[in-house]
C-alpha cells in the first residue's frame, strides 16, 4: 500500500542530502534555435546545480518548451553548447537523453491509452533495456514508485487512470530510464489544486533527494513556495538567469517576463440590458465521471458579463457541452433571444449569435492538424464566405487570415502554418478572432485564460470587454475566481450541478462564495 505523499515547501534549509556530481547539472549558452527560418531561441543560456528545484518562466511563445526540448534531445540546436555535469553532450533522441540523465515529462503526455501502465514503460525503456516481459516492468515500477513516495499502479490500463494518475506515471517511466535531470512542462496545468500540491512536494523530495528538477510554469506561487532559483525568458532570450528565488520580487520577473508594464483590464464600462439568454431548469444526467446538471437556471442580460464561479467538475463541462450542442439536456430550455435552442444543431445555435471558446482550446475549439487559414473558415463555409458551394476560395481565406493575424496580434503565425506549431496564448486569440465576429450575440467563455502568460490573459479579457462594450452578452464559466470578479457585473456560484446563488459583484464576499462552495449556504 502506498502512502499519502508528504507536503515539503521549500524552506531555508533545502540543501539536498546527495548529490550527482560536483560540476553543475546543466549549462547551455547561447542557444540558437529557429523554425522555418523563425528565431525561437537566441543565444539562450540556462545553468541549474544539482538538488534544485529550478522555474523558468516567461509568456507563451517566449521559448521556455523549446530550450528544454533542446537540452532532452527532442531537437537539435542550431549553434550553442550543452554541458551536463562537466561533459559536453548534444543527445539526437530523447531516449539518448534519458540515457545520458536527463528526462522531460512534456504537456501532452505520451502514453498508449489500451496499454497497461507496466506496458507503456516497457515501451519506454526501449530495446536497449533488460527487462523482457511487463512482469518485470511491474516489478520495478513498483520498486521506483515506493522509493520515490510517488503512487502508481503498473497493472492499471492507461485509459482508465486519472490525468494526475498519468503523469505519475510519465514520471516513474522517465526516472526508470535514467533521469537524474527531471524537466516538468506545465506539470500543474492540468491538475486540481491538491494534485498540484502533492506533485509539488514530491519534486522538492527529489531535489533534496539530489535530482535537479526543472518546472516551467506560468504560477507565481509555485515559483515562490516551491523553488530555489528563476530563470526567465522573452522572446527566446534569457533575460534573467537562475536568480535566488528568495531575492526577487514577483513584480521584478512579471516585469522582466513581460518587458514593460501591462494595463490591466476590469469589468466592461456597459449597463446590462435586456434578457437575451434565458436557461431553465437544465438536467443532464450523471455519469462515471461527471457530475451532470440537476435544472439549472440563469439569466444573462446584454452588455452584461455573468461570472460562473465554482470548483472544477460541478457540472461546467456539461454546462459548455450542452450550450455547445454536444450534449442533449434530458430536461430543460435554453432560450436565445425568445427561440429555444436546447435541442438545436451547432449550426442553428450559431446562426442565433451563440458562440463558445471551450476550455480545451483543442479538443472541441481547434483542428491541430489544420492551418491556421483553415481553422479560421471552419466556421463560415457553411454560410459562404469561405467561397462557393463546391469550392473553397483558398485567396479569400488567406486573406481572412491573415486579417485576423494582425487584429488579433497572433505571433509568429502565418496563414498556411499549422495550428499544433501556436503556443496556449496564440491559440486562443486565433479561436477569439474566429468566434468574437460581428453575428455574436452571446458568447460563453469557459476559463478563457487557463494556461495563458499575464499578456495574452490581458488580451482576453480585454477582447471580451470591447464585445460586452459593444453589446454582446457573456457566459464567464471560470474556476479562477480572480478573473470572474474582474470581469463579472453579477457572479453565480455552481455547485453539484447548479447555481446555488447570485448577486451583483459589487456584493461579492468572500465569506458569501466560500460558504457556497462549501455547500453551507
Ligand atoms: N515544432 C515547432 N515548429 C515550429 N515552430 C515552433 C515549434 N515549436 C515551437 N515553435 C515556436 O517557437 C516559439 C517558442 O515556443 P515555445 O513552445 O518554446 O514557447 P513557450 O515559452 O514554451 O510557450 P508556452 O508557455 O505557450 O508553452 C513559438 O513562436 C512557437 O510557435
Redesign the pocket.
Known sequence: MTTAPQIVPRSADSRPETSFGSAPALEMRGIG?A??G?P??VEAAFALEWGEVHAIV??????????M?VATGV?AADSGEQVMNGEAISPRSPVEAAAAGLGMVH?HFRLVDSFTVAENVLLGLGRKSTLRSPAEAAALISAKSAEIGLPVDPHKVVADLSIAERQRVEIVKVLLLGARILVL??PTAVLTEEEAEALLSFVRRLSRAGHAVVL?T?KFREVSAFCDRVTV?RH?KTVLSGAKVAEVSETEIALLMVGETLTVSGRPDSIPGPVCLEIDGLSLHAGEHRQGLMGLGLELRASEVLGIAGVGGNGQEELVACLLGLERPDAGSVMLNGEDIATADPRRRREAGLRVIPADRFATGLIRDMSIADNLALTTVADGAAGGLFFLNRGRMRLAAERAIETFDI???APE?SA???????AQKVLLARELDDGMKVLVAHSPSR???MR?TQFVRSAIRKAVEAGAACLLISEDLQEVLSLSHRVAVMNRGTIVGCRPAQDVTPEWIGALLAGHA
Open positions: 534555435k523554425f522555418d523563425r525561437a531561441l516567461g509568456e507563451n511563445g517566449a521559448g521556455k518548451s523549446t530550450l526540448n531537437y504537456q512542462d506545465e516551467i506560468h525568458m527566446g505571433r509568429g503565425a502554418r499544433a506549431l501556436l503556443s496556449g496564448g496564440n494556461g495563458l502568460d495574452a
